[in-house]
């Protein structure tokens, strides 16, 4: 048998990485997106709530407040690994700045 055989490498990713949005932002969620193998079906907390929330498909939604968070998506129910989504929640956006 090959080492490649041997080898068991579970890799998984989450992205974006970051987002910028507006709080008063118009138009359908922002879905994370996962890639690679993962056992079970992922989990999503937000460190803020009222800046940005999650749901449990990963659909991102601008909060109350504007601000910073960071959503944590971890492998499954175990919590065993975590990948980390960085959301700035602003004001408004001008096109052109």
């Known amino acids: 048998?090959?080492?490649r055989n041997k080898l068991k490498i579970d890799y998984w990713d989450v992205s974006p990485r970051t987002l910028r949005v507006s709080r008063y932002a118009w138009g359908p969620p922002i879905q994370l997106a996962i890639h690679g193998d993962y056992a079970e079906e992922p989990e999503f907390e937000s460190s803020d709530p009222d800046v940005v929330w999650v749901d449990s498909s990963g659909y991102i939604y601008p909060g109350d407040k504007i601000g910073c968070a960071v959503?944590?998506?971890?492998?499954s129910w175990r919590r065993r690994s975590a990948r980390f989504v960085q959301v700035e929640v602003v004001e408004s956006w001008y096109w052109g700045e």
Not at 71 to 75: A, H, L, M, Y
């Open 1 to 3: 048998m090959s080492i």
């Open 71 to 75: 959503i944590t998506v971890f492998d």
